[in-house]
């Protein structure tokens, strides 16, 4: 009995034991499971990354307003009213990259504006370098390869946006693409221009942007507003919504969305210098004659085509200084402009946004 006892009691204790020791195992395994998880789990960074922050945008106005001109102060007021930092003095793409080195900071650089009057029959008035040639596509591509310019170092990112308040500059693909090469960086900033005119300071809206349509004639020798207005007629047959003759009349936008006309001259000079020359000064008999001998001359029709301007626009004069021929030429451009409106809705001007890609061209 005694035995029997004893055995029972063992049993019992064996099996306690036993329960114990597996309720531990599965313990440790749920610790064990639980760990793995939370391993697993801190695996994964949450780390919510801060926005990059950028300086607010700043503005280089780099020209002076002439006379009677108003371009470089309307652009001025209209960056002062959005409190855009402005840059005066900087009239070369050498001082712009030399003062965005020099003001860096650990911020990068958003919105850069750069303001330049031009047309595209005259390019670009901003110059490479200080008192360098003006910026074309083969000027500045020079300065690039020369070692002209100075780097441009890491102020800027690849969501840095350089906009050139430049009529038309963004219909030359070619310059466009030097300008991204001239600001080179180890991240490439974006280089954006509208193919359309930048109009400050308008009648109705402070900025917006027009379409424009040209027409030429000799200085001096206007053949009248009605047959010019026939002549812009034919060559812009695809346009059906501007009265030309009556566009020519306005010289602004007398309410929104109507098209004017500004107007300017181009002059050219070349000079030949015959000291040293076995060929005899020539002279000419009128403009048919002079117009000939130019385009006899590959070194000057090769200038007069980059104004993309036909010769006989020009009115043609020559005199000689000593033993150096010194042919002048000057063109009137008749400019009508379009403002772009919203085609729907009320009439409004079409906000220059940056972003949009039919307003502004992107490098």
Request: with cysteine; aromatic share 10%; hydrophobic share 35%.
């Amino acid at each position: 009995m005694n035995t029997l006892l004893k055995n029972s009691v063992v049993a019992a204790t064996l099996i306690l034991a036993s329960s114990t020791l597996m309720n531990c195992d599965k313990k440790q395994a749920v610790q064990k499971e639980s760990e793995i998880a939370i391993t697993t789990k801190n695996d994964i960074d949450f780390t919510i990354l801060d926005k990059i922050e950028t300086r607010k945008p700043l503005v280089f106005i780099t020209g002076y307003d002439k006379g009677n001109e108003t371009f470089y102060n309307n652009a001025r007021s209209v960056f002062q009213e959005k409190q855009f930092e402005i840059v005066e003095d900087q009239y070369s793409l050498e001082e712009i990259i030399n003062w965005l080195n020099t003001n860096a900071t650990d911020k990068a650089y958003g919105e850069i504006h750069i303001v330049n009057k031009s047309d595209p029959h005259r390019g670009m008035s901003l110059e490479t370098t200080i008192k360098g040639e003006t910026v074309s596509t083969e000027s500045l591509r020079r300065s690039i390869t020369k070692g002209t310019l100075p780097f441009l170092n890491e102020s800027v990112n690849a969501d840095s946006k350089i906009i050139f308040h430049a009529n038309g500059l963004g219909e030359n693909t070619a310059l466009m693409k030097t300008f991204k090469d001239a600001f080179c960086s180890d991240e490439l900033p974006n280089v954006i221009a509208s193919p359309y005119h930048s109009i400050f300071d308008g009648e109705f809206t402070k900025h917006y942007l027009a379409k424009p349509y040209y027409v030429y004639y000799p200085t001096a020798h206007s053949p009248g507003k009605v047959d010019l207005s026939k002549e812009i007629a034919k060559k812009y047959t695809e346009e059906k919504d501007i009265d030309w003759l009556e566009a020519l009349n306005n010289t602004e936008e007398r309410f929104v969305g109507e098209a004017y006309t500004k107007q300017f001259t181009i002059p050219i000079q070349f000079s030949l210098d015959y000291h040293n020359s076995d060929d005899e000064v020539p002279t000419f008999d009128g403009q048919d004659e002079l117009m000939d001998f130019i385009e006899q001359q590959e070194s000057l029709i090769s200038q007069v085509k980059k104004l993309n301007i036909p010769i006989e626009k020009y009115r043609w004069t020559y005199n000689l200084k000593n033993s150096t021929l010194v042919i002048k030429g000057k063109t009137s451009v008749v400019c009508v402009l379009k403002p772009l409106i919203r085609p729907y809705g009320e009439l409004q001007h079409i906000q220059p946004d940056t972003n949009n890609k039919r307003l502004y061209a992107m490098k």
